[in-house]
């Protein structure tokens, strides 16, 4: 409801739901992202650390082409899948750079 009626508004499609007014932002579209990631394989499945895990995610989802900064790849299966936060369908580019100094 925060914006419904404002200056916010303005312009912008409204819905009620369930009684309450709601103004509707449609998601971020993007044409490109780069990202950088701690660990990925040659496939783009990527495992971040610390605040990288903020957007990098979400970009990589939002964007038609994902660029991945990676400091280590590891072969095929060398990821346990449980720590990949993005799937390599979200990644088009590798990239492997060395780790800052």
Partial sequence: PTGF???????KETREIDGK???????????????KVYKGD???????R???????????MAADVTIAQVSEVVELGGLDPE???????????????APAQ
Avoid: C
């Fill in 5 to 11: 009626g404002t200056l916010l508004a303005e312009g």
């Fill in 21 to 35: 007014d709601y103004v509707l932002e449609y998601p971020i579209k993007a044409d490109f992202a780069l990202i």
């Fill in 42 to 48: 040659r496939w783009g499945n990527l495992v971040y």
């Fill in 50 to 60: 610390k605040s990288a895990r903020n957007f990098g995610p979400i970009m990589a």
């Fill in 83 to 97: 720590h990949i936060i993005t799937p390599g369908i979200f990644v088009q580019h590798v990239v492997q750079v």
